[in-house]
């Protein structure tokens, strides 16, 4: 087994069709795509004992974390930054403009969206919540990048901004160990599938 402590693994949903085009998905409610569905398969490789499931309400993440074989519990906290008129939209088409204050200014928020810290407040308050259970459980949460990003940034103990100085790949692995000093980032971004 790749992973043998009790610990706390965030899970990005497999490939959607707007992944494959570039496009921006908060909270556009798209399916996996059959990528999508081989990603997701590929990540019960390396993560191989789940005592608890929690999940992003999307479909996309409802339909990886099926992999696991088990009922997962639903929390809205997990659901991708709602990116408001620019949902959907590719990201080379947003602005220049509001694309530079939307990775500068945590408090930016998109036109009818939500901002990076309003996403990393909710985010970090779900990672609190499973504190106690992750020094004990094997914890999967399937979600989508920005929360994940975010989740990696409360394990560091850093501002929520670092979110954008990072990347993540669809239906990959991060790995949070939770011991008597709180969280430790473990792994991040390990992809089973390429």
């Known amino acids: 087994m790749w992973f043998t402590d009790a610990v706390l693994?965030?899970?990005?949903?497999?490939?959607?069709?707007?992944?494959?085009?570039?496009?921006?998905?908060?909270?556009i409610d798209l399916p996996i795509?059959?990528?999508?569905?081989?990603?997701?398969?590929?990540?019960?490789?390396?993560?191989?004992?789940?005592?608890?499931?929690?999940?992003?309400?999307?479909?996309?993440?409802?339909?990886?974390?099926?992999?696991?074989?088990?009922?997962p519990e639903i929390d809205?906290?997990?659901?991708?930054?709602?990116?408001?008129?620019?949902?959907g939209m590719p990201m080379a088409d947003v602005p220049r403009d509001q694309w530079g204050r939307w990775i500068s200014d945590a408090e930016y928020r998109p036109p009818n969206g939500e901002s990076l810290r309003e996403m990393g407040e909710r985010v970090y308050a779900a990672c609190e919540?499973?504190?106690?259970?992750a020094r004990d459980t094997d914890i999967v949460v399937v979600s989508h990048a920005t929360p994940i990003k975010a989740a990696m940034a409360w394990a560091l103990?850093?501002?929520?901004?670092?979110?954008?100085?990072?990347?993540?790949?669809?239906a990959s692995i991060t790995k949070v160990l939770i011991g008597e000093r709180g969280p430790t980032l473990n792994a991040f971004n390990i992809v089973p599938l390429r």
Do not use: K
């Not at 809205?76 to 949902?87: I, V």
């Open 129 to 133: 919540s499973l504190v106690e259970a």
């Open 9 to 27: 693994y965030l899970v990005r949903h497999g490939r959607t069709e707007a992944n494959a085009g570039g496009r921006l998905q908060g909270r």
């Open 157 to 170: 103990g850093v501002d929520v901004g670092i979110t954008w100085r990072s990347h993540i790949d669809q």
């Open 76 to 87: 809205d906290r997990w659901l991708e930054m709602d990116y408001g008129d620019f949902d």
């Open 33 to 71: 795509d059959d990528v999508g569905r081989a990603q997701a398969a590929a990540i019960t490789t390396m993560v191989t004992n789940v005592d608890r499931l929690i999940c992003s309400p999307s479909l996309r993440a409802r339909q990886t974390a099926e992999v696991f074989g088990m009922e």
